[in-house]
Structures are given as structure tokens and as C-alpha cells.
């Protein structure tokens, strides 16, 4: 087998590959409708416009180098190797994300980062005041947000629906 097409030959086989395409779009046109059959022709004109543009000799090479890729991996034991690692690396990507998500093996950053440094963080978490506005504490209901003057009433029955059904 040649390892590049001339243009004639690619012309040649896209044709041949458009006419077994088009058989079977026949007895799809005949067996399913015409949307199908439809379809099927749009499908089978995709290898004569291939040797038509002469893209069969890349295609060609494309499915040689598949082949040869695929036999590499059929009879060499080092890939086989690198194929039994790949299942190991996603897993190891899973497991890492799920840990991430959960904050198992994460460092945690601010005060621990300075103590651990050997800083002087203060004793029993006495120091400075934090800049800014306070945090609310665990099972603190926010304040009602502020109804805004002039607002339209289709919005206001939409938020109070949503404020129903728990969706702020």
C-alpha cells in the first residue's frame, strides 16, 4: 500500500466511498423516511468532497498512523505499561478533588500559617481587633434587606414568591 495518494487515486476512492455511502443511504431513505435518507446523503458526500479538496492522502495518513499506534500498543509491553497507569491518574484526580471539595490535606491559611512560622500570634486568640465589620456568629439571621423606593410591583410579588419558597 502506497504511503501517499496522488490526487487521481484519492479522487478515485473518495467516489467509490461516496457510492457505497449512497447505497446505504437508499435503504435508509427507504426504510426510515426521508429525513433520514436525507441525512444519510449529506453524510455520504463527505468522502468525495475530501478527495475532491484532496484531503484523502491526510486522511490516509491519519488512519495508518491510528493503525500503527494500535499495533504498537498490541505488541509492545511498555505501552501496556502506560495504559494500565492512565486508570491510576484519574483516579488520583478524583480522589484529590473530592479531598479538596471536603478540605482534607488543604493547608489553611492565616492564623496557622503564623504560629506555624513561629510569629507572634497572640495567646488564646487575644490581639488586634480585625479590620472591618463583624461576622455574624453561627445561627444569626441576617437583617431583612431594605425595600428600595420606587421599585417596580411586578418585582416585589416575584421576590416575595421567591421569599415563600425559601429562595433568596
Not at 467509490?16 to 455520504?44: D, H, N
Amino acid at each position: 500500500m502506497p504511503e501517499t495518494l496522488t490526487m487521481t487515486s484519492g479522487l478515485t476512492l473518495g467516489a467509490a466511498l461516496a457510492a457505497v455511502g449512497l447505497i446505504i443511504t437508499f435503504f435508509v431513505w427507504r426504510r426510515k423516511g426521508l429525513a433520514f435518507g436525507l441525512r444519510g446523503l449529506a453524510w455520504s458526500m463527505l468522502p468525495l468532497v475530501a478527495g475532491l479538496l484532496g484531503l484523502m492522502n491526510v486522511i490516509m495518513q491519519f488512519v495508518l498512523g491510528l493503525f500503527g499506534v494500535l499495533a504498537g500498543l498490541v505488541f509492545n509491553p511498555i505501552v501496556w505499561a502506560g495504559v494500565a497507569l492512565v486508570p491510576l491518574m484519574v483516579i488520583l484526580y478524583v480522589a484529590s478533588g473530592f479531598m479538596k471539595a471536603r478540605g482534607i490535606g488543604v493547608k489553611q491559611s492565616g492564623a496557622k500559617d503564623k504560629t506555624s512560622e513561629g510569629g507572634d500570634a497572640p495567646a488564646g486568640g487575644q490581639g488586634a481587633p480585625a479590620a472591618g465589620p463583624a461576622k455574624p456568629t453561627a445561627g444569626q439571621v441576617k437583617a431583612p434587606p431594605q425595600k428600595k423606593s420606587g421599585g417596580d410591583e411586578d418585582f416585589d410579588d416575584i421576590e416575595a414568591l421567591l421569599r415563600k419558597h425559601g429562595i433568596e
